[in-house]
């Protein structure tokens, strides 16, 4: 079975305690169920040898069963904390083009959805461990009793399992149907999410999509769940009929056809009715563990396609260069081989060189290729031509993690943590108060024990505390995707004519993307990209600036 497999991998030594846990309250279990019937057939029932034997095997029984079940739970909980790890490191180990090309939708159903219906199924492990060993301590017992009654409600038994899988197999189909439904139901989840204010300003657009997408999806999620839901029933219902036809052939039949004792056969319907219980359990479990195969499966999927780790995370002991220089040299990236995104796209070949202490403005109208260069730059996409150099050296898989702890961004589409994540903020408090003043920020938000108080605030102020972060990075490279986009005056003065000659004279290298050309005499380049490509300085319309063309314009080729 995939789930136990699964358990199995975490860890041999609780396998073997738990199977030996299992057994001994299995067979407890039947000799339990023998004194029992011992004691109800017999006229010694105050014997001190069967009061003392029921005392012994009921209490080996309640603490053999107690064990197994501690090392079940340890086992299956340590097994999924241990998946969410690998799947987050896998995730983050991969490359960013391939996160991109699976989609956000279908990445969080894995993390959300699949993780969450594989630890239901992992969590009722232990129940059916104990169903199953009731069970087979009863057929241990009933064996002994009589092995021709016992031939003939096997065979009934085999019969049984035959049909229940025919109806079993439909039900899974219907399942991983549904399975594949949440992707798309997730996807809808996140168009409502995202686009909330546009949907709320039109009615027509909200209300095809609600009938379009979201009653299509939620409609075929309901057909393949009904259909798995009635083919569970069917099979319970045929269970259901299969053990009253048991204990009517017991009752009635095998006095007859077998010749067994009455004493025999009281064992046999004791036995079936202690065993309804435990029976109706492992019945009621398999569509969770069915729904459990699936999203195992799901998740394994994913992890295959997410490939092997693109590199390591970095080596203790690896020092940041304090000053860089960056060359591209032929350096491309095309959108062809990346889904949902506008095909045919390329950027490059890109020949261009970067250096510490300098600030350089990037600009260039929509669609040119300016997220794409930062995607680049920063080693989040890897160029499918030419290369990039690190300080003379090649960046490869081998060190590409290392060359992007080079670099402190604020994304155009940024995600401000709300807590600080490895910049040691509790000793660098000084240090936080004098940017959130600097920011105008200081009124609005403190940080406590390593988190901003609060993050509940408008996009451009979120943008500062985004930019507060990059800061106490620290790196040798800043790059800032249109920060300024969204500030009030008063902060865009301040961000280009304080802070990045502030980071300039710390030796830093500053990228800016961004339109507002009345700065661009605060840098020491300006890059215009246009279809991809860097154009010549002497093509662009420096008309509405104010700089100094002689020492503002450069393209540096290598």
């Known amino acids: 079975m995939d789930l136990l497999g699964f358990l199995s991998r975490a860890s041999r030594g ?67 904390l241990s998946l969410c790890r690998g799947i987050c490191g896998k995730v983050l180990a991969a490359r960013f083009q391939k996160l991109e090309s699976l989609g956000q939708a279908r990445i969080l159903a894995t993390l959300t959805e699949d993780v969450v219906t594989l630890s239901a199924a992992v969590q009722s492990v232990p129940a059916l461990a104990t169903n199953l060993t009731v069970v087979a301590g009863c057929a241990v017992y009933l064996l002994w009793l009589s092995w021709q009654v016992f031939f003939v409600c096997f065979v009934m038994a085999l019969l049984g399992i035959a049909a229940y899988r025919v109806l079993l197999a439909r039900a899974h189909a219907a399942i991983e149907a549904a399975r594949e439904g949440r992707d798309r139901l997730f996807g809808d989840f996140r168009i409502l999410v995202d686009g909330v204010k546009e949907l709320k ?25 009904v259909a798995a839901s009635r083919q569970y029933l069917l099979a319970d219902a045929w269970t259901q009929i299969l053990f009253y036809s048991l204990v009517g052939m017991l009752l009635f039949a095998a006095p007859v056809l077998s010749g067994a004792s009455s004493e025999t056969l009281t064992g046999y319907v004791f036995a079936a009715l202690y065993m309804m219980t435990p029976v109706w359990s492992l019945i009621g479990s398999v569509p969770i563990f069915a729904r459990g195969r699936v999203a195992l499966a799901k998740i394994r999927t994913l992890d295959g396609e997410l490939g092997d780790a693109e590199e390591t995370f970095g080596k203790d002991g690896v020092v940041v260069a304090d000053r860089v220089t960056i060359q591209f040299e032929g350096a491309s990236f095309t959108y062809s081989s990346v889904v949902n995104e506008e095909d ?64 402190s961004v604020v994304f155009a589409d940024f995600y401000l943590f709300k807590r ?17 003043e600097s920011l105008g920020m200081d009124h609005k938000v403190r940080v406590e024990r390593d988190q901003f108080s609060t993050i509940a605030l408008s996009s451009g102020q979120r943008r500062r505390l985004a930019l507060l972060t990059a800061y106490m990075e620290d790196r040798p490279i800043y790059v800032f995707d249109e920060w300024a986009a969204d500030q009030d005056p008063s902060y865009k003065e301040v961000f280009y004519t304080r802070l990045l000659p502030e ?36 093509d662009i319309d420096l008309s509405s600036s104010v700089w100094a063309p002689a020492d503002a314009i450069a393209v540096s080729g290598v």
């Open 14 to 80: 609780l396998i073997g305690g738990i199977i030996l846990a299992g057994l001994l309250s299995g067979g407890l279990g039947a000799a339990l169920i023998a004194v029992i019937h011992r004691a109800l057939v017999t006229n010694d029932r105050d014997a001190i040898w069967l009061i003392s034997t029921f005392l012994l095997v009921a209490v080996g029984k309640v603490s053999s069963h107690y064990a197994s079940q501690v090392m079940l739970v340890r086992l299956s909980q340590d097994s999924i």
């Open 201 to 225: 300003l039109h009615r027509a657009r909200r209300e095809e999509f609600i009938r379009s997408e979201v009653d299509q999806t939620t409609g075929f999620l309901r057909m393949q769940n």
């Open 503 to 538: 980071l300039k004279a710390r030796g830093k290298c500053v990228i800016v993307v961004t339109h507002d050309d009345r700065y661009f005499s605060r840098g020491d380049r300006v890059l215009r990209l246009e279809g991809g490509q860097l154009i010549e300085p002497g």
């Open 344 to 407: 045919g796209f390329k950027l490059g070949p890109l020949n261009l060189k970067l250096e510490s202490g300098e600030v350089i403005f990037v600009t260039g109208g929509n669609g040119s290729g300016k997220s794409t260069l930062v995607k680049l730059l920063t080693g989040l996409y890897t160029p499918q031509a030419g290369r990039i150099l690190l300080n003379d050296a090649l960046v490869d898989d081998s060190n590409r993690s290392f060359y992007r702890e080079h670099f």
């Open 420 to 436: 600080l994540f490895g910049l040691e903020a509790s000793r660098r408090g000084d240090e936080i108060s004098a940017y959130l």
